[in-house]
């Protein structure tokens, strides 16, 4: 037990683990410098495969990039976005109070009042909605309702 965690090392020397190194056979200088200018050429066509393919890229890129923006310009704006364009109407219509709501205009009473109850908790003033909204999404579901009764 004496000796746990120490190795015998040539002539007997008791050595810990830490400080045990094999004897390794030490590189000539020449070894070294033949595997560091293998290394340096390596690197080098490396980077100059990179440049050239960058180079190349650059000129591809010319051409392709033209006919990118004319077709992107070619595109209306608003294909890129599900938000309804424009403002409220100043007298509501029909198709607008649907839209508010987010039902159809021809929904039932239930479906506009559970709708509206909906939207009412989750942008109702007193609970930091806008007042302009909740306004806006009263006068839909009143807009539907009346439309309703007929």
Known sequence: MANAGRVTVDGGDMMRYAEYSPKTNPRSDTDTDRRLGGTLIAVGLGVAAAGFAGRYAFQLWKPLGQVFSETVRKMPSSAFSSYYKGGFEQKMSKREAS????????????????????????????????????????????????????
């Open 99 to 150: 839209l508010v709501l987010g039902i159809g205009p021809v929904s039932t009473k239930a479906k506009v009042r559970e709708v509206h109850r909906n939207m009412m908790v989750l942008n109702h003033p007193d609970k930091g909605g806008s007042p302009y909204l909740a306004a806006k999404i009263n006068e839909a579901k009143d807009l539907l309702d009346k439309e309703n009764r007929r």
